[in-house]
């Protein structure tokens, strides 16, 4: 029976938290571990937590700071102990007990390389009645990632060789966690499996930290300042970061995409490499045209 490791982070989740859990637990065919880092709530997350870890051993749990969603799941892979595969889990939504093995088998085949599964979202409301399915929806590489996250986190599971090459670097700037080790994992020439199924029922409600409903205005807005306000360009620090943790693991197609975006801001060869390149587009001409604009305005 494989080993799973779930990793959990939690900020203020009492109202839902336990069901979540007895979904982890309730996982078929496998075996289950569930790490928890609770990211400073003040409600009564906490109790709950550790009066479930005292009837359940396969529960360890550990107390941080708060630092947001992207730092306390990477803490999580950083703390995480051994075990054949690792999945990231919210502290809402209710997993449907194959979940686990049902990414298992998409990706057991490719064990001895870096493997990462993602799948589609079962939409619904405080009452778990089912509002819509979200499909992974994107551009299935590398350059199609760095243009665009199109993985949930939630959805993830990824491989022992996988959770290993994260740990070596943990990075100082993020976004998101499921972004980055999506990133990671093409960069390297890993196997990405996309499945249009979903077994994990996506809890939306008024006090999700990160949702599938979010205001689109209040994201153009946070986007501004991130990138014009701060003056930040997100891509190249990512980019940077993917240099400095993982060059060695790099692909030739890889190494070329980050330098150029590295780069692009101060060398003109670079950015035209990036506007030009067929390969540095989405389905979406909407999108490629942001992502243009953004790049001549070195904002990308």
Same mark, same amino acid.
């Given at each position: ?28 065919? @496998?075996? &289950? +571990? ?5 990211? =400073? %709530?003040?409600?009564?997350?906490? /109790?709950? &937590? ?5 009837? *359940?051993?396969?529960? +360890? ?18 703390? +995480? ?20 093995? %049902?990414?298992? *088998? ?12 993602? %799948? ?7 009452? #778990?009645?089912?509002?819509? &399915?979200?499909? @992974? ?6 350059? =199609?990632?760095?243009? !665009?996250?199109?993985?949930? =986190?939630?959805?993830? @599971? ?31 020439? =890993?196997?990405?499996? $996309? ?11 008024? *006090? ?8 689109? $205005? !209040? ?13 930040? +360009? ?5 980019? /940077? ?26 060398? /003109? ?9 067929? !390969?540095?587009?989405?389905? %979406?001409?909407? #999108? ?13």
């Amino acid at each position: 029976m494989e080993k799973v490791q779930v990793l959990m982070s939690t900020y203020n989740g009492e109202r839902y938290l336990k069901q979540q859990i007895e979904s982890i637990l309730n996982q078929e065919k @496998v075996e &289950i +571990s569930l790490l928890i880092r609770d990211d =400073g %709530s003040t409600d009564t997350t906490i /109790e709950i &937590i550790k009066e479930m870890s005292k009837t *359940n051993k396969n529960i +360890s749990f550990y107390i941080g700071e708060n630092i947001g969603p992207a730092k306390s799941f990477m803490d999580l892979i950083k703390n +995480s102990k051994e075990a054949d595969y690792y999945a990231f889990s919210d502290q809402d939504d209710v997993w449907e007990n194959k979940k686990i093995i %049902s990414a298992i *088998n998409k990706i057991q085949e490719k064990q001895e390389e870096p493997s990462l599964y993602i %799948s589609a979202l079962k939409v619904v409301n405080e009452n #778990l009645n089912e509002m819509s &399915i979200k499909k @992974v929806i994107g551009n299935f590489t590398f350059e =199609g990632e760095m243009i !665009k996250n199109f993985a949930t =986190g939630c959805t993830q @599971v990824f491989n022992k060789k996988l959770c290993e090459i994260l740990k070596e670097h943990m990075p100082n700037y993020i976004i998101m966690h499921d972004s980055w080790i999506t990133r990671v994992c093409y960069a390297i020439g =890993g196997n990405v499996v $996309i499945d249009d199924n979903s077994y994990i029922k996506y809890r939306q409600h008024s *006090n999700n930290v990160v949702g599938y409903k979010d205001n689109p $205005i !209040k994201k153009l807005k946070k986007q501004y300042e991130i990138s014009v306000e701060n003056n930040i +360009s997100m891509r190249a620090n990512i980019a /940077e970061e993917l240099k400095n943790g993982y060059e060695k693991y790099l692909t030739k197609g890889a190494k070329q995409v980050i330098e150029n975006l590295i780069k692009y801001r101060t060398d /003109e060869k670079a950015k035209r490499w990036l506007i030009h390149n067929k !390969k540095f587009r989405t389905k %979406s001409s909407y #999108l490629n045209i942001k992502m243009l604009i953004a790049i001549k305005l070195n904002k990308f």
